[in-house]
Nanobody
């Protein structure tokens, strides 16, 4: 059974940094794409960053490129999202997600079906 569990988020000031982590269990390390998504109040959920099996080829939404970094540890059991230069518009509930992938599929284009419970990130100006 696949389970994802995010670490606690937090409240920070604009310009500060925060790192989210997501513990992964029940997933075959080399078969699943992993990603971070977020949903702000009154808005649809959006993709933030995705990564290929093995921690390769990170992909970022334009809104976070250059400020956020997605990564995995060597075991593949923990997914990270390093968030720097945070802005009030980054305030949202953040979710980690996983999805199995066939070799021809792009992680950033998949529909993700395995989700963590979410963690709140609040950035104040």
């Amino acid at each position: 059974q696949v389970q994802l569990m995010e670490s606690a988020g937090g409240s920070v000031q604009a310009g500060e940094s925060l790192r989210l982590s997501c513990t992964i269990s029940g997933v075959k390390y080399n078969r699943y794409c992993m990603g971070w998504f977020r949903q702000a109040p009154g808005k649809e959920r959006e993709g933030v960053a995705t990564i290929y099996p093995g921690g390769l080829q990170p992909h970022y939404d334009d809104s976070v490129r250059g400020r956020f970094t997605i990564s995995q540890d060597n075991t593949g059991h923990t997914l990270y999202l390093q968030m720097d230069s945070l802005e009030p518009r980054d305030t949202a509930m953040y979710y980690c997600a996983a999805q199995s992938r066939s070799s021809w599929e792009r992680c950033e284009s998949l529909t993700y079906t395995i989700w963590g419970q979410g963690t709140q990130v609040t950035v104040s100006s």
